[in-house]
């Protein structure tokens, strides 16, 4: 699935110029300028988004990521790790690291988790970025409140400063229970200063 297909009934533009919408699709297949993975602290792509990235991308995402990690040591919520995208039709991925369910404060640092990856994708001077539903996997964060966190942080993002590259922000969810769970996060939740 192309960025160019998402549904407009879950896009919002903002008054900043900014566009944030949600799509149910392969984040291994979209071709915006950067996507994110929902890493762990050392960078092992092993399962969920992480792995199925490292599988289609090819050997040199592992590779770069050891050489980030034996370079800069591991990574958190607030610093995020960048590769190429490998065989991906993506230039860059961002690797952040969200909340493990129960230890505490998850709110707070998959708010960080996310805001962080979009400010690496401001950073590198992309105008275009893709976000899993971090922290909902193997993390166990409950889909639901992640969602909720979602929408608020992306709101906060996007309404109240104008970003130099950063223009469009894509969700992009795997599964059809994680889309509907997301898309009713977005129907509910009051958009500020969308653009009219």
């Keep these: 699935m192309k960025e160019q297909s998402q549904d407009s009934r879950y896009l919002v533009t903002f008054s900043t110029g900014i566009s944030m919408a949600i799509i149910q699709g392969d984040i291994t297949h979209m071709n915006s300028d950067a996507i994110v993975n929902a890493a762990n602290r050392h960078l092992r792509h092993g399962g969920g988004v992480a792995g199925a990235i490292s599988r289609r991308g090819g050997p040199a995402i592992q590779q770069e990521s050891d050489a980030w990690i034996r370079q800069h040591g591991p990574i958190d919520a607030a610093h995020t790790a960048t590769t190429s995208g490998g065989k991906l039709p ?107």
């Design 90 to 196: 993506c230039k860059h991925i961002i690797h952040t690291v969200g909340p493990v369910w129960g230890e505490g404060n998850e709110d707070d640092l998959l708010s960080t988790a996310i805001t962080s990856a979009l400010n690496t994708a401001e950073g590198l001077g992309v105008s275009s970025v893709s976000l899993p539903a971090i922290s909902t996997g193997i993390f166990g964060f409950p889909v639901q409140r992640a969602a909720d966190v979602f929408m608020q942080t992306l709101n906060d993002f996007c309404a109240y400063k104008q970003h130099e590259h950063l223009t469009r922000i894509l969700i992009v969810l795997f599964d059809q229970e994680t889309f509907n769970i997301f898309t009713e996060a977005f129907e509910r939740f009051t958009w500020e200063h969308p653009k009219s």
